[in-house]
């Protein structure tokens, strides 16, 4: 597996400002994911953050609102802008890991400890 | 579209004993991944146990095993010995063989243990 951080932990916000949720992996990733917890249900994919590429946003997100960066193969951020109280969930971030299992490449999501957005 | 379903939002098991939990899926594709991630209270998700579609064998993984029934499309999971520390929420999650691809989240059991 992986070691992964985010920055910060937790968060509350007014309505209208921005936030940027920063993740940190130790070891060098080639796609990084971005999901969306919202309270009480289950977790939704905002985007895809390949190193070097732009990121690729799933149906019903788009850049204006969840800016995604991605400078090197350790480290993403996602923004959050023009907050509002609907956007009060908790935003993970994930790194595909890939070993040889025999003759097979075995891909495997390991995710983030989460940043708990609360926007008043 | 690929989906997961999880039909028990709430499940209860005294410690020591054994429960499962159920999933069902569906897609077209011949080759694909089946995961189940843990979320505790920390809200970290956690992987419990991965299976492969082309693997005819269950995937084990100490206490934790699971029921992998390609053609109904189902992937139910087993937690002997329950222990206080199982309490949490149980994702079941689907990705595509192909690279990269994203996971499919069903919507979530919460799992209580009873001391």
């Known amino acids: 597996s992986a070691v992964i951080s985010q920055k910060p932990s937790r968060d509350i916000c007014q309505r209208g400002t921005s936030l940027t949720i920063q993740c940190q992996v130790d070891?060098?990733?080639?796609?990084m994911f971005w999901y969306r917890q919202q309270p009480g249900q289950s977790l939704t994919l905002i985007a895809t953050?390949?190193?070097?590429?732009?990121?690729?946003?799933e149906s019903g997100f788009v850049i204006d609102k969840f800016p995604i960066s991605r400078p090197n193969l350790t480290f993403s951020t996602l923004t959050v802008s023009n907050m509002s109280p609907e956007d009060s969930s908790i935003y993970l971030c994930?790194?595909?890991?890939?070993?040889?299992?025999?003759?097979?490449?075995?891909?495997?999501?390991?995710f983030g400890p989460g940043t708990r957005l609360l926007v008043l | 579209a690929q989906t997961v379903t999880q039909s028990q939002p709430e499940m209860s098991v005294q410690e020591a004993e054994t429960v499962t939990l159920s999933c069902t899926y569906d897609?077209?594709?011949?080759?694909?991944?089946l995961f189940w991630y843990k979320q505790p209270p920390s809200r970290q998700m956690i992987l419990v146990i991965r299976?492969?579609?082309?693997?005819?064998q269950n995937a084990t993984e100490n206490r934790f095993s699971v029921n992998f029934q390609k053609a109904a499309k189902s992937f139910s999971l087993k937690i002997s010995d329950s222990q206080l520390g199982d309490a949490a929420m149980y994702f079941c999650?689907?990705?595509?063989?192909?690279?990269?691809?994203?996971?499919?989240f069903g919507t979530g059991t919460r799992l209580a243990v009873r001391p």
């Open positions: 999650a689907y990705s595509m063989g192909s690279s990269g691809d994203k996971l499919t």
């Open positions: 953050a390949n190193q070097g590429s732009e990121a690729t946003y």
């Open positions: 897609t077209s594709e011949s080759d694909y991944y």
């Open positions: 299976q492969e579609a082309y693997k005819q």
């Open positions: 994930s790194v595909l890991l890939t070993r040889l299992a025999g003759v097979r490449l075995q891909e495997t999501q390991y």
């Open positions: 070891s060098q990733v080639t796609m």
